[in-house]
């Protein structure tokens, strides 16, 4: 055994194996590949480990035994441009948008059953437009989408009104949520998050009696008013409630459009998740220039695009 390291899978268990031309060449007990004493450092391997945001730069430049100024160099070499795939077929398509700090977002759609990336772009802000040219890129080559998976920017629901339009569940129960708090004192507050605590089992009609029952129920107190001090003027006491059952009155007509697609989720958590998994990996690499973060975020992609979830 010798302290050499492998240049493909960076395994320490490597072994002479005889010599070349004079240089020594070695083998990898783990991979069983095998590399000459002296290897020049492929950026493209590099490019490989430091999308998978397990080691950062300092990390990156012990591993491959080079000085922390030719990862940087080599990285900065590799050239990651995103183009949106031709789409053809059909399918149900999770479409979101998520932010790495201000003015600086992606917005993507994924294909539901497969899990590969349909459109991506880069993005200042959330605006109905890009939702809209994300569509017309998916369908442009022929692309059927039988319905499509969004988590809340009510005006998408207008824009979308020719589809499918599935509401993400756990985005509805975040919604409610933000306006109860997580422990609302009110027993009509209590009563209507034991309520959300139920949309994943339920189906449309179990849960539209449900809520119909509880509005009922609470109507007197929801019409309840306060008298300003200030003012003179009347608001309502229970601004937050009545809030909340506003919102699910707006969504309610797209919670169980799952029930009716074959192959729709009820949430995006397969989207967030895949967000989740790029923001870990782009957290390991502080500091980041937008350029490199927005090249960073299309070689995920692109490796996900080849081996979809």
């Known amino acids: 055994m010798n302290k050499k390291k492998c240049p493909h899978c960076c395994s320490p268990i490597t072994v002479r194996n005889g010599t070349r031309g004079g240089v020594q060449l070695y083998k990898c007990m783990a ?15 590099l490019w490989e480990h430091y999308l998978e945001g397990k080691q950062t730069l300092n990390e990156l430049a012990a591993t491959h035994s080079v000085s922390i100024s030719t990862v940087q160099r080599l990285l900065r070499g590799v050239s990651i441009p995103w183009r949106n795939p031709v789409c053809r077929g059909y399918g149900v398509v999770q479409i979101g948008a998520t932010y790495f700090g201000r003015n600086c977002g992606v917005l993507v759609a994924l294909e539901a059953s497969s899990g590969r990336p349909l459109y991506l772009k880069h993005i200042a802000h959330e605006r109905t437009s890009d939702y809209a040219d994300a569509l017309a890129w998916i369908e442009h080559d022929g692309y059927v989408v039988d319905g499509i998976v969004i988590d809340g920017m009510q005006t998408l629901f207008t824009l979308f009104d020719g589809y499918k339009v599935q509401m993400c569940q756990y985005h509805m129960c975040a919604i409610v949520r933000r306006k109860l708090t997580g422990n609302p004192r009110l027993s009509a507050g209590i009563e209507l998050k034991a309520l959300m605590a139920t949309l994943t089992t339920s189906d449309r009609e179990r849960f539209t009696e449900a809520f119909e029952a509880w509005v009922i129920k609470w109507d007197a107190f929801l019409k309840e008013r306060t008298v300003s001090p200030e003012t003179g003027k009347t608001f309502y006491t229970h601004r937050r409630l009545r809030s909340a059952m506003a919102s699910i009155r707006f969504y309610l007509p797209y919670l169980f459009t799952w029930q009716e697609v074959k192959g729709m989720p009820n949430t995006n958590n397969k989207l967030e998740g895949i967000f989740a998994d ?6 390991n690499h502080s500091g980041m220039s937008r350029k490199n973060r927005e090249r960073f975020i299309n070689g995920f992609f692109l490796a996900l695009g080849n081996n979809p979830q």
């Open 31 to 45: 991979c069983g590949r095998q590399f000459r004493g002296k290897v020049y450092l492929d950026k493209l391997t």
């Open 278 to 283: 790029l923001k870990r990996n782009i957290n």
